[in-house]
């Protein structure tokens, strides 16, 4: 099997790489421009005769004959997306776009990495498929917003009128090795400030949720996602149902880290969601999807993780 990694060394790709590669019988060629994704996270599998890097931004044309194609390529933190907000949307968009060119061209299988954030600030919850979203169009986050809104899209357009194999999968919050230090997001931002004995900047009252997943749980949905018969295409989400306050969170890292940090807080940012959690019905009937890394067992990982590095 030849496999195509976009994002692929970024943090989720960089992880969905090794993981393929646990299986012999694939060849695994992974896509970055390295905007935000780190050399250092696919360093091991250079010297892999069955990996193979090419440098390449997506929104640029590329002709590859492959079997299937992971599009994670664009960058998720609000801190990257929102430094070059055109870059992000035509990454999202053009660059999509050309990834179904080629799975059009190879009758290749595409499954593209959508996200929660289309479900903007949710006034439904928790939020199943069906919900369409509260979405600012002119917001801060609206590049990456209404670009993976309009990158589904256009994988329902190949699927219906050219036939092409499509997947979608909205990844909620995830975490786990690989994440950049200065990613921005609440996981990052708490351990590397717990571990420094920084205060912890928690943004509005600490009262909103979210949902945290491990990345090794995510990947086991991706690849049985990848793997369902050409018929179901999605959307289907995927990340853990267990929710829990920023207050909460922040407590829980300086209690495992051992640390003197203290709690301040800050406005809370425009748009950023108060309340964010999947339903994972529909992962849990079609894919037996059943996330099972406990939030404290993963932390732990991630505060060895960021120790080391």
Known sequence: MKILVTGGAGFLGSNLCKRLLEDEKNNVICIDNFSSGKRENIEELINNERFELINHDIIDYIDIKVNQIYN????????????????????????????????KKYNAKLLQFSTSEIYGNPIEHPQNEKYRGNVNTMGVRSCYDEGKRAAETLCFIYNKEYNVRTKVVRIFNTYGPNM?????????????????????????????????CYVDDLLDGIIKMMNTDDDFVG???????????????????????????????????????????????????????????????????????????
Do not use: W
């Open 235 to 309: 959307p289907i989400n995927l990340g853990n149902d267990q929710e829990i306050t920023v207050n909460e969170l922040a407590n829980k890292v300086i209690e495992l880290t051992n640390s003197n940090s203290k709690i301040t807080y800050k406005p809370l940012p425009q748009d950023d969601p108060v309340k964010r959690r999947p339903d994972l019905r529909l992962a849990k009937e079609v894919l037996s999807y059943n996330p099972s890394v406990l939030i404290d067992d993963g932390l732990r990982n991630m505060i060895e993780y960021y120790k080391k590095e």
């Open 180 to 212: 950049r230090e200065d990613d921005g997001r609440v996981i990052s931002n708490f351990i590397n400030k717990a571990i420094r004995n920084e205060d912890l900047e928690v943004y509005g009252d600490g009262m909103q949720t979210r949902s945290l």
């Open 72 to 103: 994670a390529a664009c960058e998720a933190s609000p801190k990257f997306y929102q430094q070059n907000h055109l870059k992000t949307f035509d990454a999202c968009v053009f660059g999509t776009r050309n990834l179904l060119e080629l799975a």
